[in-house]
């Protein structure tokens, strides 16, 4: 069941870009185009405070998460 499945499952399912981009394409109603998101990727774990990608005060913490999926990150930019 999709309801159990995590992360690494659900980066697999084909059905969920196209839901996301739904989900984008509808927030980006509100905002302009400077503002927009115009691409994303779906990474294979949840950030988290547990995991280290979160303070406690939920903040991420960006040094990591951009050492850790830099080449998600570099793949935006291409």
Known sequence: M??????AELRDDPDLP???????DEANTAVSRAESIRRFRILPVDLTDQNGYLTPTRKVRRALVHKDFAAD???LYR
């Open 2 to 7: 999709l309801e159990d499945a995590g992360p």
């Open 18 to 24: 196209a839901t996301l981009r739904t989900a984008v």
């Open 73 to 75: 990150i570099e793949e």
